[in-house]
T-cell receptor, first 115, second 112 residues
């Protein structure tokens, strides 16, 4: 069965510093996708970035990048030059054949950016 | 503006009552989803639909029901059989199961 693990329940980071949020996964699939979402206090989930298991390069979207290490089964989210508005919950999710192509979610990491 | 709307934002229910949560999208997406989120936890899939007039149970479907009569609408009914319905409910849609999901603002349900 597929599983997502986010080991950091919470993090405090100084504004303008880079942040790495950890995500490890477990799957027997060869083809799968990894997603990161942001959930501000308002509750809405905002899609940030996607990485396919066969993508050769790490995904990037503006200040977000995904540090994909396939052999270690890790898909860490890196936020460069953090801003106060980055304070939120962050969720890692994956999709694959084992889950009938539905998303399996981690428990999330609460990120607080300090001014 | 394209997007997903959920209503109401807050909902209070007495024990033993059924309630229906609305989810509408104008993104022309085929796939729609309902998730439940409890405090400090990730999302759990209740039901999903990949096409009109078809839907499948997710991991925690017991006590819930859905319909998908129109492409843009996927209402969720929380029945009295759901033993602990107090939670935050999120609706999402996607072009297909292989695409990223986009979410509505959520409905917070409280059982009194």
């Amino acid at each position: 069965a597929q599983k997502i693990t986010q080991t950091q329940p919470g993090m405090f980071v100084q504004e303008k510093e880079a942040v790495t949020l950890d995500c490890t996964y477990d799957t027997s699939d060869q083809s799968y996708g990894l997603f990161w979402y942001k959930q501000p206090s308002s509750g809405e989930m905002i899609f940030l970035i996607y990485q396919g298991s066969y993508d050769e390069q790490n995904a990037t979207e503006g200040r977000y990048s995904l540090n994909f290490q396939k052999a270690r089964k890790s898909a860490n989210l890196v936020i460069s030059a953090s801003q106060l508005g980055d304070s939120a919950m962050y969720f890692c999710a994956m999709r694959g054949r084992d889950s009938n192509y539905q998303l399996i979610w981690g428990a999330g990491t609460k990120l607080i950016i300090k001014p | 503006d394209g997007g997903i709307t959920q209503s109401p934002k807050y909902l209070f229910r007495k024990e033993g009552q059924n309630v229906t949560l609305s989810c509408e999208q104008n993104l022309n997406h085929d796939a729609m989803y309902w998730y439940r989120q409890d405090p400090g936890q990730g999302l759990r899939l209740i039901y999903y639909s990949q096409i009109v007039n078809d839907f499948q149970k997710g991991d925690i479907a017991e006590g819930y029901s859905v319909s998908r009569e129109k492409k843009e609408s996927f209402p969720l009914t929380v029945t009295s059989a759901q033993k602990n319905p107090t939670a935050f409910y999120l609706c999402a849609s996607a072009r297909s199961s292989y695409n990223e999901q986009f979410f509505g603002p959520g409905t917070r349900l409280t059982v009194l």
